[in-house]
């Protein structure tokens, strides 16, 4: 009983350390792909405009 145990806790550990391995890769791999892919923004205030229908200007 106590080698299954062991044996079981040894599967566990492997188990999570490859989990944590597959999530922090992907992690990575997010992290560059929204480096490399995705646009900067220069501004530090971004530029909100609203459109409503029933509003009128003078």
Excluded at 28 to 56: C, E, G, W
Aim: hydrophobic share 50%; proline share 3%; charged share 15%.
């Amino acid at each position: 009983m106590k080698k299954m145990i062991e044996a079981s806790m040894q599967r566990a550990v492997l188990l999570l350390v490859c989990i944590v391995l597959i999530v922090v890769w992907g992690g990575i791999s997010a992290f560059q792909m929204h480096r490399d892919y995705l646009p900067s923004i220069n501004k530090t205030t971004l530029l909100v405009s609203l459109r409503v229908p029933s509003y009128q200007t003078d």
